[in-house]
């Protein structure tokens, strides 16, 4: 059997909520839309049993009333499957993965200062990529995010330059 | 005092000692300001020399859009350079900012931060381009330096 | 007699050997490493949120300004994502010249890194001679694109430029001029027992390691991770092309070199197959200003290990999300777990020999003392140079071969 075929199969017949929400684009990748409650037992499923054991990165996305996260997962054989979940904005918290891939400590952080995802689990350690006088509450990804004038001018010149 | 001015800037275009610094830069113009110094280009023919402290630099070699982070760094190090100093913007980046201007962490070009003294553009600066740039500097100290002796009759 | 203590010391934000901002902090005792803290984040322009607001076409040209050194990797990824959300089939030809310029890069990548290593390291000569033969793969570059760097090579749908008959002799001879100095690289790594006794058993990273932190390219294939995009999710034209993923088992910076040397083999035998395979046909198809609604997923092995990007469409001329993991930042950990318990001398060249392209992932390294000491904060310069004396102290001395090392001066 195809391995897509066959890991989708796999999928479906251990989490039955799944039917009808994986999609195979193209050869080698699977999308799976996975409901926030079930991600957690499901990303256990499919890294220790599936060998999923590559995490290319993790997206975070904003969605409206929703933060979307996407797990890109790999195998060796070159399969990628893309989980992707979400979770409501006004609590738009998250269960870090570190334990699974310590790697991802860096995606998690990135998500937590570009979009204010909260992240539990994170060890203690800087924040990443945004400088610490970055203000509060600031998300840049979100899609209502303006930068404020001071962000927009962070050189504090106006219009001038010294040249 | 113009004596000593006169000897500083002889030693200074003869030799000039160049602080090379990163604020944000993709690594393009980097690599080329490096390759500049290598045999093909050998900016070292001209006696620049690259160092690694502001306290011995008469040049700044400026690439990147100023990125937040590193914008109090880039004026740190400029404070730190004696005078008289100078600032050369390497690329189009550092220039005015380049593709990246307008992106939420970026503040432009380098003169958003600093006076700059000569500019050379290109995506990268290719070195020979660099080296130019670098030549037309000096020269322009060394003609600063005919003017003031033509004014004090020398 | 001075009891080691516990200092700590802060390396950057100016950074010369690495060539951007970083900020390393270590947690010394004595002249071990306790400890490294990574603080990352001096490169961050934004450019995922700036493609939001720009069209596909401009995205592009952003994109490629990622990082100055594997620009066509970042071309590419993207480029790739948004020809499969929109269906453009790229013809054969296109794909061909993409894999063409892929591979020039890494071969300008590697020797590149070749160079800063011998920096690193107190052998200048070797920065020299790498740096004046990769003056070769430059100039193929700059005349099949038209540029050195940011090759602007790509568009949706294909390629902008085709190659002549007469370019592609010019590749052929280039290669066999590279491949004829790279050969003495690899001797002098093979025999030059200073180069050997330097890199050797530094910058250890066990293979049960290289996995759980999760690296890749050259820094993974060198614990014996035999993993390669370009084998294990082909893209471009990589699908039709033989070549061999090389690997070493010794795990360390050594192994490092011997990898990337012996890729350099392997993209010589590529761009051959290449210039003789080549498909006739057009460089490109019409693609539309707008792009569907939809999403990709697209893996490319940069000349550092796998770059990641992924694309969203919405329907409109411009993406709705594009993320971008570049390969640096899947090393960084690595690079921190490698660096325990070692010596301050090696922290230049273990850093360097995850060849770390901190403008792919913004990456500022602090490096954090826990003890009593007091901090203090020096240049990597005075690292990089502290790291030949001690070795030098300790027997490893490359004066003598920089002044003797000539490489294809018959030439």
Known sequence: MDELLAIQVNLVKKFPQLVGKTRTPRVRRIFADVAIQDLGVIFDYVVKDLRFSILCTITGLDQ??????????????????????????DDPTLQTVT????????????????????????PQGPRYPLPDDWPQGQYPLRKDWKPTPSQADPAGQGEQNHA | MALINRIVTWARVRSPWILHFNTGACNACDIEIIAALTPQYDLERFGVLLKGTPRHADVLLCSGPVTRQIKDCLVRIYEQMPQPKFVVAVGTCACSGGVFKGCYNVTGGIDTMLPVSAYIPGCPASPTAIIDGVVKLLRSLEQSEQQSKSAVGV | MHEPENFQILIGPQHPALKEPTSFTLTLQGEKILQMGVRLGYNHRGIEKACEDRTYVQGL???????????HS?????????????????????QYIRTLVAELERVHSHLLWLGVAGHEIGFDTLLMYTWRDREIVMDLLAMLTGNRVNYGINTYGGVRRDITTEQKQEVLKGIDALEERTKYYVQVASEEITLINRLSG???????????????????????VKRDIRKDDPYAAYGEIPFDVVTSDRSDVYGRTLVRLGELMESYKIVRHVIHNLPDGPIAVKASRKVPSGEALSRYEAPRGENVHYVRANGTDKPERVKVRAPTLANVQAVAHMLKDRYLADMPIVVAAIDPCFSCTDRLIAVADGGPGRPDIITWEQVRQHGVEWHRRHGIDFTELNRTFRCGESK
């Open chain 1, 99 to 122: 334990g699974y891939f310590p790697a991802a400590e860096l995606y998690e952080r990135e998500m937590a200062d570009l979009l204010g995802m909260k992240v539990q689990g994170l």
């Open chain 3, 74 to 94: 970042h071309s590419t990824a993207f480029v790739q994502a948004v020809e499969e959300i929109a269906a453009f089939q790229v013809p054969k030809r296109a």
């Open chain 1, 64 to 89: 409206g009333n929703k933060l979307g996260v996407i797990y890109h997962l790999a195998r060796e054989s070159g399969v990628t499957l893309n989980l992707c979940s979400a979770v409501p904005k």
């Open chain 3, 61 to 71: 040209y952003l994109i490629e300004r990622i990082c100055g050194i594997c620009s």
């Open chain 3, 202 to 224: 530094v910058g250890v990273l066990a293979r049960d390691d290289a996995l759980r932190l999760g690296a890749v390219g050259p820094t993974a294939r060198a614990c014996g």
